[in-house]
Every structure is written in C-alpha cells, then in structure tokens.
C-alpha cells in the first residue's frame, strides 16, 4: 500500500540536507561525522587567494547551472561523470535541458568563448565552488564537493603545464602540506590524437585476448573507451593492466620533447613525481601532460588534485581552437588531509572577549568596542547579561586571548580591565578607555 503523508509526526518531523551534501560549520557545533570546520575552509580560503595573486591568476565566476549538451559535448558520453554522476532536470518552465555542473573547465571555457575572451591573448584564471556528482557518499566523497580549479587558456605550454603544478605545490607548502611527504606528484603524457589511436588499437587488441578476465565495466568500455579501463579500481583487475601496452611507448618525437621539456622544468624546481603509465584521468578532454596530487592518507579516495592538458577543448565546445591546461583540486579532500594529519591551523578566535557585567552600561561600551575595532582587534562582545562568572566562561570558550572587563568600578576610573586568558603568569591590567586606540596596537600582538 502507498504511504500516507500523517498528519500528525510525519509532517512536523524536521527537514534534513540532500544525502551526500553537506553543511560547513563552526568548530562549536558538534556534528557526528568528521567535516572540516568554517575556520578550516576560511583559512584556505585567505591562503588560495594569496598564492592564485602572486602567479597573476584573475578570478572568475560562472553559473552552477550549465546546459547538459556543455559536459556532453565537452567531457565525453562514454565517461563515468556523463554516464552516471550528473544531476540533469528538464527545467519545468521551458523545457531546457540543464544540469548542475559537474566540473569547473567546460562552463570556464563555455564563458570564454561566448564572450570572445581570448580575442587579446590568453588568459590565465581560477573559480572555486561547489561542484555535483551523483556518487555513493563516503570520507572524501560527496554529491555536493566544492573545487579550486585553475585554467590556462590559450597557452601551448609547457611552460604553463609546470607553472600549474609549481602553484599547486606552493598552495600545499602554504598549508603546511609537505610535497614528497604529505602529497606526491605522479605525471603522465597521453600524447596526442593519432598516437592514442595507435596505443588504443594495441590496448584492445591486449584486452581481447584475454577477454575472460575482464569484468562487466571493462567490457563495457572495451571498444567505447579502452583507456579508462587502465583507471580501474577493481583489484582483480590490476595484473591485466600492469601487462597491458603503454601510452608512452607510443608517443612521437614532439610530445617526448614537450614532455621532456614539462620534467626538465620540474626537476629544476626540484619537485618530486612518479611516472605513473596508466594516469588516464576521468575525462576525454585531456592530452599530452596529465597529473595528480596524491596521499595515501585518505584511502580510497586518495587523489587531492588533477588535471592537464585538453588543447582540443575550446574548439570542441565552439571557440577557435586554441591549447590549454588547468587543473582541479577537491577543497574536502585537502582539508581533510589537513585535519587528519593534525597540521597547525590558525584559529578564528577572536584577539578579545568584552566582558560587560552590566547591560546597561552598553552605552558607553559600544563606542569603545568600535574603536578597537577599526584598529583592526577582532573583539567578541558578551551579549544577553548574565553573571561575571558565566561570561568569563564564554570567554574563556571563545578563545580569545584577552578579556576587556568593562565593570562598574572600571568604567567610574575611565579605565578598562585587561585580563590575558591563555597566558596563567600575565597579571590583570588597566588601561585608560580614552586611548582606547593606542593600546589597541598591544592586544594585536600576542
Ligand atoms: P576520483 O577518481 O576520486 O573519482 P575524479 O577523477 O572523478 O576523482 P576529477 O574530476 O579529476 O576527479 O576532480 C578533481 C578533484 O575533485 C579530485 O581529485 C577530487 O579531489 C575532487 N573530487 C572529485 N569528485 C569528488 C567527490 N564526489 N567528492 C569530493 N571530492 C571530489
Ligand atoms: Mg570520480
């Protein structure tokens, strides 16, 4: 029998998230599955910004929302995202065909070409936002997630492939993460077109001959997409595809030398990398340089950061053709490497707490707390009233460093108190209210 909205429990019982997406939250709300906090993504944030300036990287932002034909056209109809990740509605007003993007690159170069963007030249840019994919959810895994991703457009490289991974190990340094600890590089070269038909035609004919051991997913994508079967996860699958033949046996002299050029650069900026054969990567876009950020401290999910080169895009999805390279880097999955290897952080905590004993006092508080502020000292104010001993409590929680007692006595002298909270030795102080900005400079530094 078909369930019956009650109306009683039922429709009074609380909404939650879509399953596999999630809330970003204060540390202070408890949560039962591990998240990065707010101050996390916040920090990163700060840091990103800082890093994507100093390699003269411009923001920009595009719709969520994209028409399906962009990732079909752009990613491939064979790839696992096209196939089976993506959120696709028929919009009920006026019968479009949409979807919620799955990836940043193909609405980026959507963006481009139908603002004739690199008509002066290329460009070099970065977004950061949620992305969406159907998946199973798990650690590391969400069906919404949320990206950093970084494109270079109009360039042939590979000049700009190296600048792109040196920027992303600068991001990791900046974090705290150590390259060749923390996070490794693995690279590869898919070549071009004609050299990956001839490695395809070899890769198939390896396939078929032992066509038994082959799994339901790999002889689905035998003859539609015979490179992704060397992406597989599948254990079983694994000597089959040790065995099998190599994209870089069957490069030419050209995509050696661009390759070669890509590792010279590298090896100068003493970054540290595996070859890795069979890095394919997920999409169709891609060609010559592929690579990855990796840790094994995430299980399964262990892959931080991706991308390469996709120099037939652009004119794929419309646009003249022109080369490119960028790459896209899962926010969740760094952080939680972050998280999980107990990195320092910067806390958001506040650099003081004003304790006020006395609501009605407010008054003459507030203006002070304004000064410290536009002196740059975050100040936490107490608000509701309440007894001394529960708001040196919340200041004691609210991690900040100091307390500014403003009590009755304190406000009579036209002083304020001075309490160092995490420092036990440091004694109370008092300071005159009235140069409120200059002892602002002395809570600033701890
Ligand atoms: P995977 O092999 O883990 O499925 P992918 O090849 O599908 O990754 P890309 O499309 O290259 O991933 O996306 C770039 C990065 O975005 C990934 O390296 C990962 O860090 C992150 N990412 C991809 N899918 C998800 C997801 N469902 N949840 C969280 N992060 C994700
Ligand atoms: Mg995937």
């Known amino acids: 029998m078909a369930e019956q909205p009650r109306a009683d429990k039922a429709t009074t019982s609380p909404l939650t998230a879509v399953k596999g997406m999630n809330d970003i939250l204060p540390a202070s709300v408890p949560r039962s599955e591990k998240l990065p906090d707010s101050a996390l993504w916040h920090w990163f944030d700060g840091v990103v910004r800082s890093v994507l300036a100093r390699y003269g990287y411009q923001y920009i932002v595009t719709p969520v929302v994209e028409p399906t034909a962009l990732f079909v056209r752009g990613l491939g109809e064979v790839t696992d995202i096209v196939e089976k990740e993506m959120y696709s509605f028929t919009d009920a007003m006026n019968g479009d065909k949409l979807t919620l993007r799955p990836e940043a690159t193909a609405g980026i170069v959507r963006a481009m070409v139908e603002h004739n963007a690199l008509y002066n030249g290329p460009l070099r840019l970065w977004t950061m936002g949620p992305m969406f994919r159907h998946e199973r959810p798990q650690k590391g895994r969400y069906r919404q997630f949320h990206q950093l991703d970084v494109e270079a457009l109009g360039f042939a490289g590979p000049d700009v492939d190296a600048e792109m991974i040196l920027m992303a190990r600068t991001l990791c340094r900046e974090l705290g993460l150590v390259d060749g600890t923390h996070v490794r590089l693995e690279l590869n070269s898919l070549g071009q077109p004609a050299e990956r038909r001839a490695h395809r035609e070899a890769l198939v004919r390896h396939f078929e001959q032992q066509a038994a051991l082959l799994d339901g997913e790999a002889q689905r994508r035998l003859h539609s997409n015979p490179l992704r079967i060397l992406d597989s996860k599948n254990p079983a699958m694994q000597p089959l595809i040790e065995a099998a033949p190599r994209l870089l046996d069957f490069l030419g002299p050209e ?9 010279a650069t590298l090896d100068a900026a003493g970054v540290g990398y595996r070859i890795n054969p069979r890095l394919v990567r997920g999409m169709d876009y891609y060609n010559l340089t592929v690579f990855e950020w990796v840790t094994d401290q995430l299980g399964s999910q262990g892959t931080v950061c991706g991308g390469g080169r996709y120099d037939g895009l652009i004119e794929q999805i419309g646009g003249k053709p022109a080369p490119a390279v960028g790459f896209g880097l899962g926010i969740e999955r760094l952080l939680l ?47 509701g009233g309440g007894a001394m001993k529960s708001q040196f409590k919340k200041a004691d929680a609210s991690g900040a460093r100091h307390a500014l007692i403003f009590g009755a006595d304190e406000l009579a002298r036209g002083v304020v108190a001075i309490k160092p909270l995490r420092d036990a030795g440091a004694a109370q102080r008092s300071e005159p209210i009235a140069e409120a900005a200059r002892w602002a400079a002395s809570l600033l530094t701890p």
């Open 255 to 263: 995509s050696l030398a661009h390759f070669d050029a890509l590792r």
């Open 337 to 383: 490497l972050i998280q999980e290897l107990g990195l320092p952080v910067p806390g958001g905590a506040p650099a003081a707490y004003a304790v006020v004993p006395d609501a009605a006092t407010l008054p003459r508080v507030a203006p002070v707390l304004e000064t410290l502020r536009a002196a740059g000292v975050s100040v936490l104010m107490h608000a």
